[in-house]
Nanobody, 124 residues
Framework: EVQLVESGGGLVQSGGSLRLSCAASGFTFDDYAIGWFRQAPGKEREGPLCVSSSDGSTYYADSVKGRFTISRDNAKNTVYLQMNSLKPEDTAVYYC?????????????????WGQGTQVTVSS
């Protein structure tokens, strides 16, 4: 059974930091690119915010570039999202998703597997 399980969300003050984790199982993790998405209340899903591909490439959306860092530990089948300088507008449910494409893709329709999400709330 394929599973993506996010963790690490919570409440943080503006300017603070959080590290999210996405633990994967049930597929060959090394062969998949993992992306992070988010959905704020009343808004459409946004993303990918960043992507870590199986060939080592990364992608960052302009909205998070310089503040968020994606990394992966293939030995642990886990991808991390380090979020610094958080802003109230970063408040959302954050999801990780996996695609079998080798190259980075920003097309969310091409992501095969999705986690259940973790809530991040940034207070002002």
């Amino acid at each position: 059974e394929v599973q993506l399980v996010e963790s690490g969300g919570g409440l943080v003050q503006s300017g603070g930091s959080l590290r999210l984790s996405c633990a994967a199982s049930g597929f060959t993790f090394d062969d998949y690119a993992i992306g992070w998405f988010r959905q704020a209340p009343g808004k459409e899903r946004e993303g990918p915010l960043c992507v870590s591909s199986s060939d080592g490439s990364t992608y960052y959306a302009d909205s998070v570039k310089g503040r968020f860092t994606i990394s992966r530990d293939n030995a642990k089948n886990t991808v991390y999202l380090q979020m610094n300088s958080l802003k109230p507008e970063d408040t959302a449910v954050y999801y990780c998703a996996a695609t079998s494409l080798v190259v980075v893709t920003t097309n969310s329709a091409l992501y095969d597997y999705w986690g259940q999400g973790t809530q991040v709330t940034v207070s002002s």
